[in-house]
């Protein structure tokens, strides 16, 4: 699998994660499988922005962990030829994954990967927000891409 992953830490307050972003995205995207040719961008920005993202968007005028913009299509002609599949962008908000982590007990390092793979799921198509079952096998998957990258359980 070929993957160009465009990691920009557009805040400074993020600390040098870049590759262990990379790192998740990757694995996330080996696990699932089906994807020969990918590009997905991934921003480190803070609340303030996904903020103004989220309301844009979806309509929710606060901020959240991570948002997903998928431009996935699985069309045979989705792509021209040659040209990667441009499977979208996960915009992260610092202040949030931090207050998260701590809330919840976990690394930050754990806790930002969890929610790579949670953005990368969204991207290829997962919506734990269908239905319960849709839920459950997103959450399966994520116990299982993070098992791969030595993170516990989140769910537990």
Do not use: C
């Amino acid at each position: 699998m070929k993957a160009t992953l465009r990691v920009d830490r557009v805040q400074s307050q993020w600390p040098k994660v870049k590759k262990t972003v990379r790192h998740a995205a990757l694995i996330a995207l080996d696990h699932l499988g089906g994807f020969e040719d990918v590009e997905v961008g991934i921003r480190l920005t803070d609340d303030a922005e996904v903020r103004e993202l989220n309301d844009q968007y979806r309509g929710r005028d606060r901020p959240t962990n991570i948002l997903s913009f998928a431009m996935y299509d699985d069309a045979p002609d989705s792509r021209p030829p040659g040209h990667p599949l441009l499977l979208g962008d996960l915009v992260v908000a610092y202040e949030t994954v931090v207050r998260e982590a701590q809330e919840q007990g976990k690394t930050f390092t754990d806790h930002l990967n969890h929610l790579v793979v949670h953005g990368i799921l969204h991207l290829a198509g997962y919506d734990h927000e269908r239905s319960a079952e849709d839920a459950l096998s997103q959450e399966n998957l994520e116990i299982a891409i993070l098992s791969r990258l030595g993170i516990a359980n989140p769910y537990e």
